[in-house]
Structures are given as C-alpha cells and as structure tokens.
C-alpha cells in the first residue's frame, strides 16, 4: 500500500471547509494512520463516520484535481486562442467517482496525444484529417491552410500541446490513481466488549426491518459500482435481524449510524470468529496461530498465548505460558481492548479502512503507542482514529506513516451561533495540547528513564534503538524477542537535561525520606523520574561535579567516545551533508550559493576519526574544506575573504544543530545504513538499563 495518498472533497462534500482549512486547494493527506484530534463536540466522530461513508459509497475524488483541471483549461485556452473549436468543456466532466476520474483521465490524454499526431501527420502531408473522427485537428488543419501566411502558428500549438501531454503524464507519476472506494470499511464505536451480554428478549421488529430496508438500498447501490457490494447483497433481513437479536452493543451502533453490520466491529463476534476459523481451512488455523504469535510478542512479554472458544459455557478462555486458562472476561480490561483492536485487522487479509473510536479506551498510555506499532507493522490496512490522547503525539515525530488532524468549530464571519467544522494538518502544532488538556502539572512515570542533553539527541536514539533492534533481528534472535518487547513511554522514557544542567541535579538521594530541597547540592532526580541511565558528552569529565556524578550513578552513566551524540552518527550521512552545506567557492558571505559537487574523489578527506574526537562534527567538516583547500579543490582565500565555517565555536559543534538533526533522521528513515561502533556500544548500555528495570 501507498504510504500516503490525497483526497479532494467532491464540491460540497460536507461543512468540513474553510479558507483556512481543507478546501479543492488544499488536500487531505490521507496516510496509514490518521489521528483526528480536537475538544469535545467538535466534530471529530461525525467528520469521521461521514468521510467513511462518503468512501463507501465512491464519493471521494483521489487525484491533484486542481492541477488536473488547471491543465484542461489550458487546452481550452490554447485551441480558443487559436480560433478552434471543440469540445473540450471541463465544467462538463463528472469528478464524483474514482470510475469516472480514472477514465475521464485517459480518455482526455488519449485524445490529447491522438490530436498531436493528426496535426503533425496532415501538416507534413499536406491533407486533412477526418472532420468526423478529429474534428479538432480538422479544424486546426483547415486554420493552417486558410492562414498559413501569417506565421508558423501550428509550431507553437503542438509545442504548447506536448508540454501539456508532458505535465499530464507528468501528474499521472505523482498521483497514482488509488481505488479507495474498493477498500472493505470498518468502524469500531466506543462500545466494544468481548464479553458476553445477555439477549435482547424483544426488539421493535417493525423498526429495525425499516433499517434493513434502507440500508440494503446502499448495498445496491454499492454493488452497481464495485464488485465488492455484491456478497453482502443475498444477506437475508432475517439473518440480519438474528445477528442483531444476538449483539446487543452492535445493534446499538447499527441503530445510530448509517454503518452495515458486517462493517461494524464491536468484538461481540470474536467466539464465532475465533471458532469458524480454528475449524476452518488450514490457512484459516494458521492465520490465528500467527495472531497469537503477535499477541504475545507485542502485549504478553514473549509469553505463549493461547486463544481458546470454550463451547460449554460459550464464552472465551486464554491461557498465557504456562499458566491455566481462565475466561477472558477475566483478563484486564485494557487487553481485551488490545484484542478487540487488532483481531480484525490482523485476520482480514483484503486491503481495509479501519475507523476507530478512542483506541486509548481501558488503556495504559504505553499500550496505545504499542497498538498503533502492530497495526502499521503487521497489516496492511489504512486506519483513522479519533483520540484524546497526548501519548500518540510522540508518534508523529517517529513515523512518516502517521499524520495529525485537528477538528475545531469557528463562527461564521460575524454571525452569532452560526459555526463551521474546520480541520487542518497539524502536525507538531504545540497547541494541541491544549486541545487535549494537557498541562504541565500532567505527568506519566515510565519504569525508568534515560536521560539525554536535549531533542536532536532524542530525535538520534529514537532512530539508534529502531536500527539496533533491525540488526539484532538478524544476529541474534533470543535477544531481539526481549529487547523489541520494550514500549516507549511504559518501560522507559526520555529526559532531557539541557547540556550543563545536569551538574545541577543530584542522584545520590536513595529515598523519599532522605530529600532536603534546601541543601546547597543539586536538584533530587528521585522527586521526578525513576532508575535514570544519565548518557552525556565527553567534554562532561572536564566538568567540576564529573566525578561526583560518576560515583553517583556508578554504572548508570554513558559517556559518548566522541565529543558529543552527533560524533556517533554514520559516516555517509555525514559526508553527504557536508556537501550539501559547503558552498563550492568556500567563502563565508557566499555561502547560501553553488554547492560543492560530491565526487568519490574525496571520500580520502573523511576517516572515522570523529568518532573519538573530542572535537564537534563541525570541527572535522572545516578541516576537510581546509584539506581541499590545501589541495585546490576550493579555491584559496583571498586576504579580504573569510573562510565559510561549519562549527560555531571553538568545541566543534555544528552550527544550525536542530535543522542538521532533521535531515540526518531524514536520511535515516529513508536510505540504508549502518549504527557505527560507538552508536551501538550507546544502544547495549540502553537497553541493558532498560532490561534491568523491567524484569
């Protein structure tokens, strides 16, 4: 599946549109995950349940139409200019349907290029095309020969038509025509259980057969424009009725929204489910011995886990290692929820949209981060879920899978108790904190810490861990199953200590009882955080309290080879961000021009010294531009002329620090490398740390 797609709104599609917000200009990114945030009663579930219908029913435009529109009208432009007519009228053309998109698209660059070649081919022999077939380059033609002494009016048409062609073909690679339409819907509400609730003893039969009735319209409906409608179509309103007899919490949920009930998932289903496949086909028996298999890498610790349909009292059991089973009801709350949240997603094999009602629901705030990894890394389905919750804020930072909405109500111009439902992307937008509550006096204890200088180190380990636990995979199996195991945010979490600042706390203190803020010492690290494994820059030792926190923290504290976290960085990262910041003249007032050109040539400037220097990346950069001077790959400094410096100050350390950080974790995300040696001696002491305090 694409990483990312867009979305325009067909015109009027819903409220949901402002100048500010998404309009025809200004798409919606639609990514694997698509978190919608916003206060109470904004819009959010209503936005969501809306835009899964209107997918459902094949009314979403997936392509750039405002540049697909702007290209048509260029045509129009150009044949009009030109006193031609034909019948070209983009106003006529239906966007309301991927089917109609898709053909109107090919049917319009077909014809495009078939008017090209008719114009070359009657120019050059003189005689006119079909009026019937091609009455456009009829016309064309017959303009040329009543005119064809005022100029080589053709030229410039079939130029300005084969730069159209281009842009076309052109818009064609960068929109790729995804059928979302055919994906299968699924909506899982607030109300979700895998406990069994009691029957319903009578329904008003009359009610819900009107339901059905209507509802079976859009199944109809579905069926005359995608196949995948046509399955659910034979459903009986009998069957239908003895489904909703039997699930209370799905009836609820079919009753109040304009869902299926085969597209409503409540985990009500999950016995019958469980059941059918383990007595079903082979594929079907391995898919749930895979399932378990993830559950218990992911939420069990690596313990077997065992998902067992009970028949005499018709409920669930699960049995975890080698304890006995137990009914399920009995497992926390927060677990069932982590089952009802990936069984269909995981067992659905056709590509799917999942919509998700609040995933935190039952939730410790690690698990919800946890749950969003399996669903990106183990399915293949496209997901958005409205959420309260900050946790997930961190992912966004972490993953290009993932993208950011906020839903807010705003006044109409001036107009009093009128509102319109506006959503943007927003995407590191700090006042979604508010948004969603979140103060300073919020505060989450994970079961231990790792303390780092500030958020370009953060932004390298987040990638570091990713990268070791990869290459752990690969070398060493046992480990990999204990360390992926650990979840950000529960079994540990980042500090940042801001550089010096961290002579000013003080680790020493062993309990509660033993903390005097009004001592002359440093700051109680116990009133804050927990187990800190405290990594620093090797310029630390120079510092006066080094040898105090060293006997402190013992061997909770990591110190860099190099000078500082950047140092442990992978070479050709390094190498081609030298290049793209060195200005190929070398001068400092120019260096915002012509960049220095990588050649292999020069990869003799860049050794694995910065590695154990005790100097920034900075500093090696400027000795290389001082090599290539040296050597007259860079011009020589005239008197008048100030070297241009990478380093900003006499440690080393690169200027510009948090934009150089963004691109390497860029380049990390998306090309292959390696961890150095230092980055992966910082990664052991980790997640050592990490293991220790979550046995």
């Known amino acids: 599946m694409k990483e990312a797609i867009k979305l325009w709104f067909k015109e009027g599609y819903t409220d949901f549109d402002s100048n500010e917000g998404l309009n025809r200009d200004n798409p919606f990114e639609l990514k694997r995950l698509n978190v919608i945030v916003g206060a109470n009663n904004s819009g959010k579930s209503r936005f969501m349940r809306e835009f899964a219908y209107k997918i459902y029913i094949d009314e979403i435009s997936i392509r750039n139409l405002a540049s697909y529109s702007h290209l048509l009208e260029k045509v129009n432009n150009l ?19 991927f089917s109609n998109i898709n053909n109107n698209y090919k049917f319009n660059l077909d014809k495009l290029i078939q008017i090209q070649h008719q114009i070359n081919q009657s120019i050059s022999s003189r005689r006119p095309p079909s009026q019937s077939s091609h009455s456009i380059a009829y016309n064309v033609y017959d303009l040329y020969r009543r005119q064809n002494n005022i100029g080589n009016f053709h030229v410039k048409l079939l130029d300005e038509l084969q730069n159209i062609i281009e842009e076309l073909v052109s818009l064609e690679e960068e929109y790729k025509l995804i059928n979302v339409s055919i994906l ?231 107009e009093e108790n009128k509102y319109e439902t506006v959503i943007r992307r927003c995407d590191g937008d700090r006042t979604i904190l508010q948004t969603l509550g979140v103060s300073p006096s919020s505060v989450f204890l994970a079961n231990c810490t790792i303390w780092i200088e500030g958020i370009t180190d953060r932004l390298y380990f987040v990638q570091y861990l990713k990268k070791y636990l990869e290459e752990l995979k690969i070398t060493d199996q046992e480990k990999w199953e204990n360390y992926s195991r650990f979840i950000d945010g529960y079994h540990y979490a980042f500090v940042e200590y801001q550089g010096s600042n961290l002579e000013h706390w003080d680790f020493e203190v062993d309990s509660l009882e033993d903390v005097d803020s009004g001592k002359n010492k440093g700051l109680n690290a116990v009133l804050v955080t927990s187990n800190a494994l405290v990594i620093a820059d090797s310029d630390l030792k120079k510092k006066p309290r080094f040898n105090e926190l060293e006997q402190q923290l013992g061997d909770k504290i990591a110190i860099t080879q190099g000078k500082e976290t950047e140092n442990s960085l992978p070479r050709k990262f390094l190498v081609k961000k030298f290049f793209e910041m060195c200005p190929d003249n070398g001068l400092a007032k120019q260096g915002n ?103």
């Open 184 to 414: 299968k819907i699924f909506y899982i509400n607030s109300l979700r259980s895998l406990k069994n609730f009691v029957p319903l003893n009578s329904l008003d039969n009359l009610e819900i057969e009107k339901i059905i009735s209507y509802k079976n319209e859009i199944l109809i409906h579905k069926s005359t424009i995608s196949p995948d409608g046509e399955e659910h179509t034979h459903v009986t309103k009998k069957e239908i009725l003895d489904k909703l007899r039997k699930n209370t919490l799905l009836l609820r949920v079919y009753k109040d929204y304009d869902f299926l009930d085969h597209q409503i998932v409540t985990g009500e289903d999950f016995f019958e489910f469980l059941t059918d496949s383990l007595l079903g086909m082979p594929e079907e028996r391995q898919r749930i011995d895979d399932y378990q298999a993830k559950l218990s890498h992911y939420f069990f610790n690596n313990e077997v886990i065992t998902l067992i349909p009970h028949r005499k009292d018709d409920s669930l059991h699960i049995k975890i290692g080698e304890a006995e089973q137990f009914p399920i009801s009995q497992l926390g709350d927060g677990l069932q929820q982590v089952i009802i949240l990936t069984y269909k997603a995981f067992l659905t094999t056709e590509p799917s949209f999942f919509f998700i009602e609040e995933p935190e629901m039952h939730l410790h705030a690690g698990y919800v981060k946890q749950i969003m990894k399996f669903l990106l890394n183990e399915t293949d389905h496209y997901y958005m879920a409205t959420s309260h919750s900050n946790y997930l804020l961190d992912m966004i930072n972490e993953d290009k899978r993932i993208a950011l909405y906020r839903i807010d109500k705003e006044n109409v111009g001036d």
């Open 79 to 97: 044949l009009t200019s030109f006193s031609v007519s034909g019948e070209w009228n983009v106003t006529s053309y239906n966007f309301t349907s």
């Open 593 to 695: 021009k012509k960049k220095l050109a990588y050649s292999d040539e020069y990869e003799k400037y860049f050794t694995d010294s910065y590695q154990i220097s005790p100097k920034g990346i900075g500093k090696y950069f400027d000795t290389a531009l001082n090599k290539m001077r040296r050597d007259g790959i860079v011009p020589q400094l005239e008197t008048d002329e100030t070297s241009f410096s990478f380093s900003d100050g006499n440690q080393g350390t690169i200027k510009s620090k948090t934009n150089f950080c963004q691109d390497i974790v860029e380049l990390m995300q998306s090309e292959p490398w390696e961890l150095t040696p230092s980055a992966t001696e910082l990664c052991e002491s980790i997640f050592q740390h990490i293991k220790d305090n979550n046995h």
